[in-house]
């Protein structure tokens, strides 16, 4: 049995598979966010902890005797949150998590200096790990100041479950301190952002046998043997392991609370400008490219919660599938925009209301504004080199068939629904602490999913004139904003 755990920014999921990669169970546990000011988000690592606990411990009670034929055990986390040890492995101050904005300053000033793109491959983004540090150094030097060790959340989590300070590279890759061609920390973009190496974990790559569980927890879940800790993912890459997306020309889409278009590649690709991110792959000499638009599903329940409605209310108001798009624009930017306009200050709008734009209309146009977002995230791999030929879409925001086929007319690509099944990053994690402990070719192991429905591009050239209308309403907007 592999035991995949996936610390998400909304909770904990535990995710027990056998070695056919059949799914015996699964188990989570929710955790809130901390969100003190605007542009901050938050999370206490202890409640990281406690949802894992409560997770694992309602796996062990439903399947006793497969959970207690775990043989290892391995990870996908929500990505670039900054969480800080000092010298006894004490906690100094809650997480800065993925999707804070506070250290946009810092982060302009670390992105200005070119060594950071030479050698990260990447902007470096105000939701980065490397200016939450500098934000720290400027906001709370006292804490700085004892800063032993920066964990990522799921390595905090590792941190618990071994005593050990390990990353691996997917993760890392988001930190703006790793070059990421060479799979290594970067001494320069550490010391220029104040760090140093042995304030890092050490790095080992997604399908390595990294350690072992503690003796104590060994005891508590009734082991007879520590299971081997593999090095996991962070939680794209891991969701990639889990779809089998793992070679040249393999892509994703997942439509969750932000919404990304994963693509893996054989090299190293990286066009920093155009705002996606090239990082390193689970998998040994792998890497992947990467758009995040920053609301997807997290754009229709806001608009949800205005309209007093549940979201799965509001889109089964609308046709089985769209006869063209809506008079109304809608931009995404809740809480800023990564690719590809890397603005922490960008703002959502509706564009375009009328008598006419009834709650239907709307709930279309939040679904379009996000299809157009994640447009602007395909044109930015197209710059890299980088083309596609279908993708696989995931995430909660794929129950929806409006929405799917919206998707397939925007980006003028067949969109593929896998049959039901956890194909997520909690599976990817297990298939990952599989991978820890066999010789088997991982080509083998990490298969596509079958396929429940294909969209194919529809009202091709509607959606091209609504496409054009949309990307040139951020600049005009940014005029009256700055």
Not at 116 to 127: A, K, L
Not at 171 to 184: N, Y
Request: hydrophobic share 40%.
């Amino acid at each position: 049995m592999y035991l995949g755990l996936d610390l998400g920014t909304s909770g904990v999921k535990a995710l027990l598979m056998d070695s056919a990669q059949q799914i015996v169970g699964s188990e989570s546990a929710s955790i809130s966010v901390s969100r003190p000011y605007p542009g901050w988000s938050e999370q206490n690592p202890q409640d990281w902890i406690e949802a894992c606990e409560t997770a694992i411990e309602k796996l062990r009670i439903h399947y006793p005797r497969e959970f207690s034929a775990t043989k290892a055990i391995s990870f996908s986390g929500q990505m670039h949150g900054a969480t800080l040890i000092d010298k006894a492995g004490k906690v100094l101050r809650p997480s800065i998590l993925w999707n804070d904005t506070r250290s946009y300053a810092e982060a302009a000033a670390l992105d200005a200096n070119p060594v950071f793109r030479q050698r990260s491959g990447n902007i470096v983004f105000p939701g980065f790990t490397a200016p939450k540090l500098c934000w720290v150094a400027n906001q709370e030097p006292d804490v700085f100041a004892q800063v032993a060790k920066v964990l990522l959340p799921k390595d905090y989590l590792r941190y618990w479950l071994t005593g050990d300070f390990i990353s691996e590279m997917s993760d890392a890759s988001g930190t703006s301190w790793l070059d990421v061609e060479k799979r290594q920390w970067s001494e320069e973009l550490l010391n220029e952002s104040g760090m140093r190496v042995e304030q890092m974990p050490d790095l080992v790559e997604g399908t390595t046998a990294a350690s072992e569980l503690r003796r104590d927890l060994t005891q508590r879940w009734g082991f007879t043997k520590p299971p081997i800790v593999g090095g996991g993912a962070g939680d794209n890459a891991a969701s990639a392991i889990g779809m089998g997306v793992v070679g040249e020309g393999q892509a994703f889409l997942s439509l969750g609370t932000s919404g990304v278009l994963f693509a893996a590649t054989n090299g190293y690709k990286p066009k920093a400008e155009s705002a996606v991110h090239a990082f390193c792959h689970a998998l040994p000499n792998t890497w992947h490219q990467m758009g995040v638009t920053l609301s997807a599903t997290d754009a229709l329940n806001w608009y949800a919660g205005i309209a007093g409605k549940q979201a799965s209310i509001l889109t089964q108001a609308l046709p089985q599938r769209p006869s063209g798009p809506s008079r109304v624009r809608f931009l995404p930017y809740l809480s800023g925009e990564r690719t590809p306009h890397n603005d922490a200050r960008a703002r959502g709008a509706f564009i375009g209301l009328e008598h006419q734009s009834d709650q239907p209309a709307l709930t279309q146009a939040v679904l379009e504004g996000v299809s157009f977002a994640i447009r602007d995230n395909l044109e930015a791999l197209k710059s890299t080199g980088t083309e596609l030929g279908s993708l696989l879409a995931v995430g909660g925001g794929t129950r929806s068939e409006f929405w799917l086929q919206t998707l397939s007319n925007v980006l003028n690509l067949p969109i593929y629904r896998p049959k039901d099944g956890d194909f997520g990053a909690a599976f990817g994690a297990a298939r990952l602490a599989q991978l820890s402990i066999t010789s088997e070719d991982p080509s083998k192991l990490l298969t596509t999913p079958e396929i429940d429905k294909v969209f194919e591009p529809q009202h091709i050239s509607e959606y091209e004139s609504a496409y054009d209308h949309y990307r040139r309403a951020y600049p005009a907007l940014k005029l009256l904003s700055d």
